[in-house]
């Protein structure tokens, strides 16, 4: 296998050296600093919320909702040893005084967290969930009344289309309806070679 094809292949899961060098494109790449800045913007933080990132990654977009979130908290949780041990380091400082905490886990371990959140988010997650139902009927039972869930996907495929972006907006806004979020909202934004878009529901 090709090294770009095995770096590719880790943006599932990053391990290793390629894993490593999969993060530095995370980090790095315009559109993907882009795409978590226009999410977070979304998602109408206020400083005392209490925010869930599943899938954090690098630590992108967590960084800028530790700095909305000044009496708040923060956590992201990733299945890649490799991207936990790189959100750590990040926030180093932040961990040490318990605004962030950052955990090793899959999805289905959200449950285990002792509070209820007042927003959840992904970036390019939703594509690698088996069972978009049970995943936001996981997630809803983790927000607070009046939560606010926002799932931003960009297709990152040999050859992404707008449409193939705008088949998994509907996937993502027939799940929640069916779990039961409400004022279900689709955004989009213009992105080289194809718009990201965000579906955000709320607990009612």
Known sequence: ?????????????????????????MTNRPSNRRRNAWTVELLALEPHHRVLEIGCGPGLALELCAEITARGSVVGIDHSTVMVERAGRRFAQEIHSGRVEIRLGNFLEIAAFPSAFDRIYSVNVVQFLPDLNRSFEQIRSCLAAGGRVATTYQPRSKNPTREQALEMAKYIETAMQEVGFAQIERHELPLKPVPAICV????P
């Open 200 to 203: 955000i529901g709320v607990k």
């Open 1 to 25: 296998m090709a090294l770009r094809d095995r770096i590719v292949s880790q943006f599932r899961q990053p391990k290793g050296l390629p894993g490593r060098l999969a993060g530095l494109i």
